[in-house]
T-cell receptor
Framework: GAVVSQHPSRVICKSGTSVKIECRSL??????MFWYRQFPKQSLMLMAT?????????EQGVEKDKFLINHASLTLSTLTVTSAHPEDSSFYIC???????????????FGPGTRLTVT | AQSVTQLGSHVSVSEGALVLLRCNYS??????LFWYVQYPNQGLQLLLK????ATLVKGINGFEAEFKKSETSFHLTKPSAHMSDAAEYFC????????????WGAGTKLIIKP
């Protein structure tokens, strides 16, 4: 149980185009989802926290107009990188917290990540 | 504010030797503590977690960690390293009053020598 998927796993796009990354909780409903960015050989950097039906909360320094996050349902959150540039190339990881509550209501379940390369 | 410090960006051990990865945390409230493993180009896998129950926590793949409040530590150990343990390991702390955001350590790369 508690499986999170991401699609696509890898994407290459041209500079100036937009890319959408999907994060889905497959067997549970997620009130809260997180989006992380990871540079090579570095730790995860939290980009934003999204709650279903409300606007995402972005971390300081993250451009909300560039990284559009939509948490339209309890099982799907999307991250759209708009007008991508080579410096946006990175590994993007999402995670989700179950809305079921109970003793594991704090635990984040991670997706496998999406490798974005902007040429 | 919460913070996590992982001592040693790289740890190298021989196959069969003890693995010890160090993690110290800072938290003003009782924390939840986690260890995750990440293999190259993959997502994160939960190894184990501390949630205020038993202070010695056993996880997957033979790993365990001990929560020591007096030392504010949550070190990860494994009695005998395998080649397959080579990966990046992250310690993280989570607190209820921050929407359960995870505060991450910088990570430790575990290298296994044959």
């Amino acid at each position: 149980g508690a499986v999170v998927s991401q699609h696509p796993s890898r994407v290459i796009c041209k500079s100036g185009t937009s890319v959408k990354i999907e994060c889905r909780s497959l067997d549970f409903q997620a009130t809260t989802m997180f989006w992380y960015r990871q540079f090579p050989k570095q730790s995860l950097m939290l980009m934003a926290t999204s709650n279903e039906g409300s606007k995402a909360t972005y971390e300081q320094g993250v451009e909300k107009d560039k990284f559009l996050i939509n948490h339209a349902s309890l099982t799907l959150s999307t991250l759209t990188v708009t007008s991508a540039h080579p410096e946006d190339s990175s590994f993007y990881i999402c995670s989700a917290i179950s809305s079921a509550g109970g003793p594991y209501s704090y635990e984040q379940y991670f997706g496998p990540g999406t490798r974005l390369t902007v040429t | 504010a919460q913070s996590v410090t992982q001592l040693g960006s790289h740890v190298s051990v021989s196959e069969g030797a003890l693995v010890l990865l160090r993690c110290n945390y800072s938290s003003s409230v009782p924390p939840y503590l986690f260890w995750y493993v990440q293999y190259p180009n993959q997502g994160l896998q939960l190894l184990l977690k501390y949630t205020s129950a038993a202070t010695l926590v056993k996880g997957i793949n033979g790993f365990e960690a001990e929560f020591k409040k007096s030392e504010t530590s949550f070190h990860l150990t494994k009695p005998s390293a395998h080649m397959s343990d080579a990966a990046e390991y992250f310690c993280a702390v989570s607190v209820m009053d921050s929407n359960y955001q995870l505060i991450w350590g910088a990570g430790t790369k575990l290298i296994i020598k044959p």
